[in-house]
């Protein structure tokens, strides 16, 4: 059974930075993308970042400038540093995992932004 197993979340004040990471128990090699995706409490679940297999990058609009998502292939891992955090990015972030065969999910990790 695949599994993505999700670190790095926890409690910041505003302003502040948290790296979350997301390992898979398998080879990301052929994936087609790999991302973050958030749910605020009340709210949709919203795609905040996601890379593909050839390395591309994109961003919600509301994260862009202060996220950043990064690969390391050889650790079947994705990273997603977060700087200058706000309030409004309090929420439980999951990854995800798109490969040919079939799309894996996370447990997910809470983050939460507070004075």
């Known amino acids: 059974q695949v599994q993505l197993v999700e670190s790095g979340g926890g409690l910041v004040q505003p302003g502040g930075s948290l790296r979350l990471s997301c390992t898979a128990s398998?080879?990301?090699?052929?994936?087609?993308?790999m991302g973050w995706y958030r749910q605020a409490p009340g709210k949709q679940r919203e795609l905040v970042a996601t890379?593909?297999?050839?390395?591309?990058?994109s961003y919600a609009d509301s994260v862009k400038g202060r996220f950043t998502i990064s690969r390391d292939i050889a650790k079947n891992t994705v990273y997603l540093q977060m700087n200058s955090l706000k309030p409004e990015d309090t929420a439980v972030y999951s990854c995800?995992?798109?490969?040919?065969?079939?799309?894996?999910w996370g447990q997910g990790t809470q983050v939460t932004v507070s004075p």
């Open positions: 398998l080879s990301i090699f052929n994936m087609n993308s």
């Open positions: 890379i593909t297999g050839g390395g591309s990058t």
């Open positions: 995800n995992l798109r490969m040919i065969q079939a799309t894996y």
